[in-house]
């Protein structure tokens, strides 16, 4: 049976980052803890939580220690809170969100109204609006929603990560007819897109395609629906354990991707686990 | 016979800037030509000639008095010429046409490459490329020519100012893909869109259109191509003597529009004309 790996399966370079700083840091510290589980991968989160890193939901709620920020960031006020309590800071910022950040607020205080390409809700787009510190920020999920925004002397556009570059380009032109001077930092991540793109390539050779990645992870749930629609034997799985022999009848060649937040070793068993299995 | 006038026949703003600039200056200097013609109407620079005002092509061939610059401007070269050879100035350059050259310049100077939307060959163009003084400019026509452009760390946008805003659009959005900072200043004047457009309206309405203008116009000679193909009893006319009695048989209704150099007189005498007609 032959199987096929993704090459681009598994960490992005920002999760990487912020997993290696917070092993690092779980050493370092003896009372640390993270806002928020670090990344959407239940495995990774009980690693760190044997090393001594807790989650814990809100700034309040630390009074000592060192805090890790994690990768998509936080917001303006929460890193306040911190330093007021006089807590360490790890920071694993991706620093590509770490990049829309300073071109939001670059932008607001040359005197552009921003818009922002995103899901209002999420919490990179929480904490790029706010590092604007109450500069005019309109958060565009589409160019539908950019017919919107008023008319503005200078318009300065910022996307979150990751947001697909064509729904950049239609929100661009959208705002081009908003306003006079229109700038535009293209702060998309293509490690959504590239990972896509391979994992639709490899559902259409594959008989069978496994995705892995913990099932609270937005990306990977995203990345089985798109191999999904391709190959309708696909199976999502968190770990090797839960793969069973009987998929794999009559199938010659297994197709494998896996999340950003999915980390390798994860991969490396269930590459294993398939390439043990008894027919 | 019912006859409605386009609101916006005839000089844009810069035009009818550039011509009374011209008159004025006719008055005050005794020694004073234009470098090239001052507009595209034959009419105008007929009566500019009878109050003094010469058509000379080339500086060198200006040894003193003074030089009028025509509204569509004139190169950094010829300007330093202008001042070498100590010739007082009369800069007629239309503002529009102004702010273009000064966004391409100061978007070379700020690092960015600048990516010029219009016709390579046009003045207009030759003008704005040439203040940037050497900057790395790539005029493109379309979005197709826009495809050409090699990927930049900034890129800079500014439009011919007769370009259409579709054309701007497209070309804006091919660059996102070249670049990941496009800054983009719409140096559009919608004048020719609003004439244009208030034609078409027109020209559905009317059962013949009359189109006024000098022959060298390339704006008047598209706007009769746009009422052409709405109402094929279109008619192209320089001035009111041309008119034929003979065109208005069977005509209830005719539409009158005139291109951007054409002076107020010659419209007033052709809606005159049209008033007068015996049929």
């Known amino acids: 049976m032959k199987i096929i790996l993704a090459a681009s399966a598994g960490f992005c370079f920002g999760v990487k980052r912020a997993t290696n700083l917070a092993f690092e840091a779980a050493d370092e510290y003896p009372h ?16 760190l939580e044997e090393k001594g890193v807790k989650v814990i939901g809100k700034v309040e709620d630390i009074d ?36 829309a950040q300073d071109y939001a607020t670059m932008l607001c205080n ?18 790029i609006i706010s590092y604007t510190r109450g500069g005019e920020v309109f958060v565009v999920a ?16 910022v996307a979150q990560t990751t947001q697909s570059f064509k729904n950049l380009q239609q929100v661009a032109e959208t705002c081009l007819e908003k306003s006079k001077e229109v700038r535009i930092f293209n702060t998309i991540c293509d490690a959504t897109s590239v990972r896509q793109n391979e994992a639709r390539k490899i559902a259409r050779e594959a008989d069978l ?3 892995v990645g913990g099932f609270n992870s937005a990306n990977t749930t995203r990345l ?5 629609d391709i190959q309708p034997r696909t199976f999502y799985v968190e770990t090797a354990e839960k793969i069973q022999d009987s998929w794999f009848d009559g199938v010659e060649c297994v197709g494998i991707t896996a999340g950003a937040s999915t980390p390798r070793w994860i991969i490396d068993q269930v590459v294993e686990r398939v390439a043990g299995v008894s027919k």
Request: proline share 6%; glycine share 8%.
């Open 209 to 211: 395609m496994l995705v």
């Open 142 to 157: 589409d160019c539908k929603e950019a017919e919107r925004v008023p008319n503005r002397p200078k318009l300065g556009l």
């Open 110 to 127: 040359e005197g552009y109204s921003v818009v922002l390409v995103g899901e209002k809700d999420h919490p990179e787009v929480q904490g």
């Open 224 to 228: 089985a629906q798109i191999c999904q």
């Open 64 to 99: 000592h220690g060192a805090v890790i920020i994690r990768s998509h960031g936080i917001t303006a006020e929460e890193l306040d809170m911190i330093h007021q309590r006089d807590l360490r800071i790890v920071d694993a910022t991706c620093p590509f969100v770490k990049k």
């Open 32 to 47: 640390i803890c993270s806002l928020g589980p670090i990344i959407h991968s239940p495995q990774v989160v009980k690693k």
